[in-house]
């Protein structure tokens, strides 16, 4: 309904709304509920309006299950976190007693007990008791070694399971209270340090320390530190930001460097400078701007990176201090810092889908400081809930960052690095004081840098506000040191060279310019040196990256060579609007790029939220001419029934060719049915795109956008467009539908771009349009590349239901009426796409294949690659049923490494019929 704006209005919600919008759910009595999600649409407004949607008092009336009702140990309950969290700490060998009550139709109750961070390595295993009403074990002796733990109570009726609570155990090192330093390293570690510092190449490093820490006395003497942050607006607070912070961050490189010129050259006006920083920045009233303090906020992510300095300084330089100038400043960062942490990020849960870098910063920062100040005085002998909480954040950040199967950061690289400038201190502290290790979902994480991109010219192709050049991985030292791998070696040594500081929305003063651009702090600290190296260059250059949704098709690692890459997957923090975007790069040059983030700005220029993170910025689709035709999609795995985001359904690497379908018509506000980017790669150089769109009740316009750098090297045409670089050529063959309109069409300049003084160039796109008509529509465009003055040995032959053609001497064909069989020379499939020689065939999307060689039916459309001498490689996007017949006798059939029994060979129809499961396979035969 049309309601009034700028006034508050009651909504109310049924359980029969919910089944109205929802007619899958109608005869049920109740529903399981994970999580909600409030979405607004404004079909008809100005892109360039601010329009502000708020929601406040939300009330949810529903049931759940009963939890255990702790008598002891007395817990803590953050409402967002489903673990209970015991007030006290425990130490190894201690006595744990745990007492309760359920509701009275429990007849057993059971206790796991399971590291943190993996819940498949159980400790203990074993049964409550009960006398009256009280549920209990007692004196379980706590023999684990230090950690965080999570217990797990199930409550049983019967046999079946009917409630189920979580708590966690923390087991921390006795008596440690007082001994520093003992954050990256303690003493003992400290002399080793101290030897390599004495090594001719770590000089640099050694003398850059006490050189800058002196040059930062000198730029902020203690005396200039006066509190006034209080006096900043509690409104319009964005043009203040950076002056608000430089009256409190800029402090934190003083006290990183002096802390470290007092601990490694005993500069004793090094150490009383930190210490007296220190002691007066307790003495003020706080350390937050107005505007967040006014807003229930009290902390950010610069506070959470200078939080890791501040820590930093007070392990270094904790025997400089007094009793009392140690409560103080204790005092201070638990209030500025964990308490302010904690209200903003863990118990109001503020960045609730956690893919943000500001986690690292802040959850991480307040860690560290926990772990700087743990036992130091009666102020910090418990810590709870703010460890255990920040534990629980933290670690749900870094697991759903992370790709940590095929390897890969959310983000991108400018903001994991800029995460692990701060997590490369706090997790080695983390675990180095409390023995909790939080490092898993990191490894292997830098991959996708290595192959989205042009590795050999330290070019990562960047999506969002990440930028792509691949500075630095000095701050990736930590896991070198932790994991010793060879990968991770060789890249942290092949970007040393020529290196600079970059890290988004890094603090000025935190790299200082005059140490080493070869060998750094960290080096010494994590001692990288002598670990193996091993570069990629063995392995494929094909890889999908599934969990971010990024599909690299490249024909090898040169700098000349074909690379292709493209983003269809879930959202992430810093992320655009811009699923289905694409680059391509051939003989050394960049055709379809990203417009940078440096061409334009977060705050102040006015195209950076319309048209920046739009579709239109970007070389995807477009619906019915509209630029903002996508929604953001849901977060991978934020909660059961969210997924609605762009995900990969189809991905296969072949020898002769490969194929990806990535899925992007959830995000396009039920204007299409279906529309999904389904590439076929014929190595080594040669894309043939089918962008694929299923109508919703209405027909749509769909136009296809290439981005590149320059309007003048676009040449549009009726049959074939093309992009021109220097000596190279991109050629774009529109080969169907045959009412495709190419245009070029100039792009508008972001702001730093008219900053910059330099002569401006216009910017461009091509756009591709056509329009469905009652009934699916394929838009091909077949990619290639050559020489500025050659062209594409490519030819096409139209028939009905189908286009069929060579290219570079590889027969290819697809359809233009999918689901729909088609038969050319002594083919007949219902493939999306195939290409083929003699001795091979490709084909993708399949139920049903016909040829020389093979006959294939699946329950399930398959994306398969056969050869002559047997081997059949797959993707099944679910389990089916595969059915084969072979011109040749098969003597045996090995799927996935196992032999396939003969009782499902049918010798009357001479076919095999098999269970095939979800994902890629193999199927190798014998004749």
Request: proline share 5%; glycine share 6%.
């Amino acid at each position: 309904p049309h309601t009034e704006p700028n006034k508050w209005h009651q909504v109310t919600i049924r359980f029969d709304d919910f089944v109205e919008a929802n007619p899958v759910v109608e005869g049920k009595e109740k529903i399981k509920i994970h999580a909600l999600a409030f979405l607004a649409k404004f079909p008809n407004a100005d892109p360039d309006m601010p329009i502000y949607f708020g929601l406040d008092d939300i009330v949810f009336k529903s049931a759940r299950a009963a939890a255990f009702q702790f008598i002891e140990p007395e817990v803590f309950k953050l409402p967002e976190f489903k673990p209970y969290i015991p007030k006290k700490h425990y130490g190894a060998g201690d006595e744990f007693n745990l007492s309760g009550t359920w509701t009275e139709n429990t007849s057993r109750v059971t206790l796991d007990i399971s590291t943190y961070t993996d819940t498949t390595d159980v400790v203990y295993q074993g049964n409550l008791s009960k006398k009256g009403e009280i549920w209990n074990i007692e004196s379980l002796k706590l023999n684990m070694s230090e950690g965080l733990y999570l217990g797990k109570l199930r409550a049983y009726q019967g046999g079946d399971q009917i409630s189920e609570t979580t708590f966690t155990i923390h087991i921390v090192a006795k008596n440690i209270g007082g001994q520093h330093p003992r954050l990256l390293f303690n003493r003992e570690e400290k002399e080793e340090i101290d030897r390599l510092f004495k090594e001719e190449r770590f000089q640099h490093v050694y003398e850059g320390i006490l050189e800058n820490a002196k040059q930062q006395r000198i730029k902020i003497p203690v005396e200039s530190l006066h509190f006034d942050l209080d006096q900043f607006p509690d409104e319009e607070w964005l043009p203040t930001w950076d002056a608000w912070g430089a009256k409190i961050y800029h402090t934190g490189s003083a006290l990183r460097l002096n802390a470290r010129a007092y601990a490694f050259h005993g500069d004793l006006d090094a150490g009383e400078y930190v210490k007296d920083v220190l002691v007066r920045l307790a003495s003020w009233p706080n350390w937050t701007h107005p505007w967040q303090t006014k807003r229930g906020r009290f902390s950010e992510h610069r506070t959470g990176s200078w939080s890791h300095r501040v820590a930093e300084a007070y392990d270094l330089v904790y025997q400089l201090m007094n009793d009392e100038e140690r409560t103080a400043v204790r005092k201070a960062i638990m209030k500025n810092i964990v308490e302010g942490t904690h209200r903003t990020f863990v118990h109001n849960d503020n960045i609730t889908a956690a893919t943000s870098n500001w986690l690292a910063m802040t959850v991480g920062g307040s860690l560290m400081c926990l772990s700087a100040l743990f036992q130091d005085g009666e102020d910090t002998q418990f810590i709870e809930p703010y460890f255990t909480g920040a534990i629980i954040k933290l670690n749900k950040f870094l697991n759903k960052v992370t790709d940590s199967k095929d390897g890969a950061w959310g983000e991108g690289y400018g903001y994991n690095n800029y995460s692990f400038s701060n997590l490369s201190y706090s997790l080695p502290s983390i675990e180095n004081v409390f023995g909790i290790d939080l490092t898993h979902p990191l490894v292997g994480t830098y991959n996708e840098y290595i192959w989205a991109g042009l590795i050999k010219n330290k070019r990562w192709f960047e999506y969002g506000d990440s930028k792509g050049n691949l500075t630095s991985a000095r701050n990736w030292a930590f896991l070198l040191k932790k994991y010793r791998e060879p990968r991770l070696s060789w890249f942290y040594n092949f970007l040393k060279e020529n290196q600079s500081h970059y890290v988004a929305n890094h603090q000025p003063e935190s790299a200082p310019k005059t140490i080493s651009q070869n060998e750094s702090y960290e080096d010494v600290v994590f001692n990288t040196t002598s670990i193996p190296e091993e570069d990629p260059f063995s392995e494929k250059p094909v890889k999908l990256f599934r969990e971010l949704g990024t599909t690299v098709f490249k024909s090898g690692w040169e700098q000349d060579d074909f690379v292709f890459v493209m983003r269809t997957g879930p959202a992430y923090n810093h992320q655009h609007l811009d699923q289905g975007s694409f680059w391509l790069a051939d003989r050394e040059q960049i055709f379809i790029q990203e417009r940078p983030l440096s061409n334009s700005h977060y705050y102040d220029d006015p195209l950076y939220e319309s048209r920046l993170t739009q579709p239109i910025g970007h070389s995807t689709i477009l619906v019915n001419g509209n630029h903002q035709s996508q929604r953001v999609g849901d977060h991978r795995d934020f909660a059961p029934g969210f997924n609605d985001h762009a995900y990969v359904s189809h991905f296969l690497d072949g020898e002769h060719a490969a194929f990806t379908t990535g899925n992007i018509g959830r995000l396009y506000w039920g204007e299409v049915k279906e529309l999904s980017r389904n590439v076929l790669y014929l190595k080594p150089r040669t894309l043939l795109m089918l962008d694929l769109v299923v109508p919703a009740q209405e027909d749509a316009e769909i136009t296809l956008l290439y981005q590149t750098a320059r309007l003048e090297d676009i040449s549009a045409g009726k049959a074939a467009s093309s992009i021109v670089k220097d000596d190279a050529q991109l050629h774009i063959m529109h080969l169907s539908p045959a009412s495709m309109h190419a245009k070029s069409v100039e792009t508008p300049h972001y702001l730093r771009t008219l900053q910059s003084g330099l002569p401006l160039e216009k910017e461009g796109m091509l756009t591709v349009t056509s329009q469905t008509n009652g009934q699916p529509l394929v838009m091909a465009n077949l990619l290639t590349t050559s020489l500025k003055d050659g062209g594409p040995e490519t030819s096409t032959t139209l028939v009905e239901g189908f286009i069929s053609g060579i290219t570079a001497g590889h027969n290819f064909a697809f359809s233009t009426k999918p689901g729909a069989a088609y038969e050319l020379r002594d083919i007949s499939t219902d493939a999306l796409a195939i290409a083929w020689e003699d001795e091979w065939i490709f084909a993708a999307k399949a139920q049903t294949y016909q040829g020389p060689m093979i006959e294939l039916v699946s329950n399930v459309p398959i994306t398969f690659e056969f050869s002559s001498d047997g081997n059949l490689s797959y993707y099944m996007e679910r389990d089916g049923q595969l059915s084969l017949k072979l011109t040749q006798q098969v003597s045996t059939m090995v799927m996935n490494d196992l032999e396939v029994e003969h009782s499902l060979y049918d010798s009357a129809t001479k076919t095999w019929t098999v269970p095939v499961p979800t994902g890629k396979g193999n199927i190798s035969m014998t004749f």
